[in-house]
């Protein structure tokens, strides 16, 4: 069973950290056996910026390769010699900045500065598979003529992070398949402590509709099971899960 931080922090305030909760969680029954991040994005673009091509000019001893300047809203341009054919100054276009290393298809890659056929090059104009963002080669990333120059690229593109726990469940823990059950759990432990409550979703929009499709329910036990519930949803559509 996989729980969410990010999703058990609906049902619960709480400031504690995805180990702290994965501690409380294994001492009341809910063994926690990993913590891993999630990114939906692989390294979530980090220390990629948007810049835009202030500057762009044939190198001068190669001839498949494009001297720029790029501004990326800080104090000085960066000169970054580029190889893509399509880069053209007034571009507006993902940079990576020395110190940088970027989660490319082909693994792990540190931007340094360098030279290359003799001009300083202080950084990297990206492609598509260079940042994970695709599988394209043929070309840098040409971003739309609004994006605000210097904004962080992770946040341009939404990227989204969150800690994942994953619990071993039990048979017998049925009650904790589920992010409200995790976080019935975790209330029912630190309210012996502090004043929390467990959040459920409004669900006062959810309305009956009619009582045209009866399904009898026959309890065999009312001892073992004094009440059982049940209901028919119609028009539902099968696809992916979210």
């Known amino acids: 069973m996989k729980i969410s931080y990010k999703w058990?922090?609906?049902?619960?305030?709480?400031?504690?950290?995805?180990?702290?909760?994965?501690?409380?969680?294994?001492?009341?029954?809910?063994?926690v056996e990993g913590i891993e991040n999630y990114e939906s994005i692989k390294g979530g673009l980090k220390g990629l910026v948007i810049g835009e091509v202030k500057a762009c000019s044939k190198h001068p001893n190669a001839d498949k390769l494009s001297v720029t300047r790029v501004n990326i809203g800080e104090d000085k341009e960066l000169p970054i010699v580029c190889g893509a054919p399509n880069v053209a100054e007034g571009q507006k276009v993902v940079v990576a900045k020395v110190g940088t290393t970027l989660q490319t298809n082909d693994g792990e890659l540190e931007i340094k500065k360098t030279k290359?056929?003799?001009?300083?090059?202080?950084?990297?104009?990206?492609?598509?598979?260079?940042?994970?963002?695709?599988?394209?080669?043929?070309?840098?990333?040409v971003l739309e003529e609004d994006a605000p120059v210097g904004k962080p690229v992770k946040d341009y593109f939404g990227v989204e992070t969150d800690t994942v726990l994953e619990i071993d469940l039990t048979p017998n823990r049925i009650d904790g398949a589920s992010h409200i059950g995790a976080a019935r759990d975790l209330v029912a432990y630190l309210k012996q402590s502090t004043e929390v409550e467990l959040k459920t979703p409004d669900v006062s929009s959810f309305k009956k509709d009619n009582d045209e499709l009866n399904i009898d329910?026959?309890?065999?036990?009312?001892?073992?099971?004094?009440?059982?519930?049940?209901?028919?949803?119609?028009n539902i559509e099968v696809g992916p899960s979210p």
């Not at 058990?8 to 063994?31: F, R």
């Not at 940042?131 to 990333?141: A, M, N, R």
């Open 8 to 31: 058990l922090k609906n049902y619960i305030d709480t400031d504690l950290s995805p180990e702290e909760i994965a501690e409380i969680l294994t001492n009341t029954g809910l063994e």
């Open 116 to 141: 290359l056929r003799g001009e300083t090059s202080e950084g990297m104009i990206c492609s598509e598979d260079e940042v994970g963002l695709g599988d394209s080669h043929e070309g840098i990333i």
């Open 217 to 234: 329910v026959e309890i065999e036990s009312p001892e073992a099971c004094p009440r059982y519930s049940g209901l028919t949803i119609t």
